[in-house]
């Protein structure tokens, strides 16, 4: 691997007799067989060379993080001079992040295992909200973070979950409101523990009657408002991309398909090639609420913003989903990726609304669609909601025609 990567035999040969020449060669090649750059390669060479020598050859690789980061340490107080400027913390996690993931696929970071109190009872609750219930992955991924909070909030009291009573339910929403829970989470959380704990009764291991005893705040109907940007700063956002730069040139097209079509997050997450008809122009969402494929036509604007991030920066890899990772190990971008994407570009433009993640864009969708006057089950229709009660809340933001009607005269009735 050192020959493919080093032309002098001097270079070469600093790095075949460092400590653990073999264990850094087989990790080198297998970057390059899953797609890094060879900057990257070079980089990754360089840094494992500095935390071979730290390590010292003949001692175990069973090594710990927090032995790493004390390795990292160490060397930024000793002023270690011809390595790596210790001074940066962007250097340490480099460092740090590029000798764990050598160390993990070694099979040698011993790493500690987050135990979740009751893990095997969660485990069993959500095969069966798929296989029985037929929930969506995107509710199973909900109701399993909610209910794994609540199980390591309640491991160190020391009970049972046939234990649980309402009032450690109660101490728990009081806990989260303390940390500025909103009502409607508050409300999802007891949704959650509600199917979980009636399903542990149906099973035998939970309290028999507790289900119907958790009780959350009631949500009102249209209570809230839409809670994105403007559409004058949907387009400062566009505004502020570089053609230029590979990460933007991904992001535009993410962008467009949240803003223009209104696309949740998992929607676009799991967006396949296999997705885009070019033949008709032609895009099929799989709608998640539907349980079906939706049809929308790929807009002039969309499809360039597409064809550009597909032909020159999007990695060839054997994955089908469209938006991935640009950095290796290429992977598909999670939902939380997305969310981070799109909330850390509204917060670089001081962009003021009540949420920045990917569904402010869907917001500010809706409340375009209103300003052109479309009706609801229009919107509804372009959305994707199941019902149009669920597109009534953007009727609200329609000021325009709130003026008319507060504007009427009723001239002869007054």
């Known amino acids: 691997m050192f020959d493919q990567l080093f032309q002098r035999a001097s270079t070469r040969a600093r790095y075949l007799t460092a400590p653990f020449a073999e264990e850094r060669a087989r990790y080198l090649d297998y970057c390059e067989q899953r797609g890094d750059s060879r900057s990257l390669q070079l980089r990754k060479a360089h840094d494992l060379l500095w935390i071979a020598r730290k390590l010292k050859s003949g001692t175990d690789l069973q090594v710990t993080i927090d032995q790493l980061r004390a390795l990292v340490a160490d060397g930024q107080h000793r002023g270690d001079t011809g390595g790596p400027n210790l001074d940066l913390l962007s250097t340490r996690k480099r460092l740090l992040g590029h000798a764990c993931a050598w160390l993990r696929y070694l099979g040698y970071l011993c790493e500690p295992s987050v135990q979740i109190p009751f893990g095997s009872r969660l485990l069993e609750y959500c095969d069966w909200a798929k296989q029985q219930r037929g929930l969506t992955d995107s509710s199973i991924y909900c109701f399993r973070k909610i209910i794994r909070q609540f199980l390591r ?15 450690d339910i109660d101490a728990y929403l009081a806990f989260g409101n303390g940390r500025g829970w909103a009502r409607v989470t508050l409300h999802n959380v007891v949704a959650a523990l509600r199917a979980f704990f009636r399903y542990g009764a149906q099973e035998g291991w939970g309290p028999r009657h507790l289900a119907q005893t958790i009780q959350g705040p009631r949500l009102y109907a249209q209570g809230g ?29 993410i962008l467009m398909l949240f803003a223009i079509y209104g696309l949740r997050a998992s929607e676009v997450a799991t967006l396949r090639l296999e997705d885009i008809d070019w033949e008709h122009d032609q895009l099929r969402i799989p709608r998640a609420k539907r349980r079906e494929a939706q049809v929308y036509p790929l807009l002039p604007s969309v499809g360039r913003a597409l064809s550009d991030y597909l032909r020159s920066v999007r990695p060839l890899t054997s994955h089908r989903e469209i938006f991935l990772t640009l950095v290796s190990p290429y992977r598909p971008l999670s939902r939380s990726g997305l969310y981070d994407l799109v909330a850390a570009r509204l917060k670089a433009l001081n962009v003021q609304c009540a949420h920045h993640g990917p569904h402010s864009l869907r917001h500010a969708c809706a409340a375009r669609l209103v300003a052109q006057r479309l009706s609801l089950k229009e919107i509804g229709d372009h959305l994707g909601p199941r019902s149009t009660s ?10 325009l025609g709130l003026r008319e009607v507060a504007a009427f005269d009723l001239g002869e009735l007054s």
């Open 390 to 399: 669920a597109t009534r809340v953007y009727a609200k933001v329609d000021l």
């Open 225 to 253: 408002l839409p809670a994105g940007p403007t559409w004058a700063e949907v387009g400062r956002l566009f505004a502020a991309l570089d053609v230029n730069r590979s990460t933007d040139v991904r992001d535009r097209a």
């Open 153 to 167: 909030w309640y491991g160190p009291i020391g009970r049972p979950l046939a234990s649980v009573q309402a009032s």
